[in-house]
Structures are given as structure tokens and as C-alpha cells.
């Protein structure tokens, strides 16, 4: 069983800047990678970053040059530096893990709304 535990989600004016964190506890057996999605109103949920152990790193185009996506595999955390956020950020956003035999793990969600 592996545990996602989020933080840092908030209320934040627009062009401000938050931070998320996800440290992973449990049976964690070879990561291969780590992320974020988001899920708005209304709206499918999307990928917004992720990262895998080698430190490759993908993007959604909407959050490329803002957002920076970074992990310490020593400490399983992953971590999401958005600044310069929008209100079309405002979503619940969802800690991803995925193993190497393809096991998806996800955490709670934490909001983060964006005031304009």
C-alpha cells in the first residue's frame, strides 16, 4: 500500500506563487516516475507536470515557464513551484505515482484557487 500525502494548496491572487508537496510512505517498490494532474469544475483532469527518476520532466503547454516540477528521491517527496499563477489555474490538484510494473497511485487532491 503507498501513501500520497499533498500539501500547499491555498488562495492566492493572481500572478502570485504557491508551492505543492507530496511525500509518498508506504511499500514503494522502483518509482518511475512521479507528478501532478489537476481537475477543474466541470473538467477532465489533466496532466500538469511530471518527473521521472532519472529527472526527465514534462509539462502541459499551459504551465510551461511558469511551473517547475522537482523531486528528492531520497525523501520520495515530489514538489510543484507555480508562479505567476492564473485564475484558469484554480483546480484541485492530484499527487501522481507510477511504478515500474505500471501501478498508478494517487493522492487526496488539494485546491488551489487562484483570485483574480
Known amino acids: 500500500q503507498v501513501q500520497l500525502v499533498e500539501s500547499g494548496g491555498g488562495l492566492v491572487q493572481a500572478e502570485g506563487s504557491l508551492r505543492l508537496s507530496c511525500a509518498a510512505s508506504?511499500?514503494?517498490?522502483?518509482?518511475?516516475?512521479m507528478g501532478w494532474y489537476r481537475q477543474a469544475p466541470g473538467k477532465q483532469r489533466e496532466l500538469v507536470a511530471s518527473i521521472t527518476s532519472g529527472g526527465s520532466t514534462n509539462y502541459a503547454d499551459s504551465v510551461r515557464d511558469r511551473f517547475t516540477i522537482s523531486r528528492d528521491n531520497a525523501k520520495n517527496t515530489v514538489y510543484l513551484q507555480m508562479n505567476s499563477l492564473k485564475p484558469e489555474d484554480t483546480a484541485v490538484y492530484y499527487c501522481w505515482l507510477g511504478t515500474i510494473s505500471l501501478s498508478n497511485y494517487w493522492g487526496q487532491g488539494t485546491q488551489v484557487t487562484v483570485s483574480s
Open positions: 508506504g511499500s514503494i517498490v522502483r518509482i518511475n516516475a
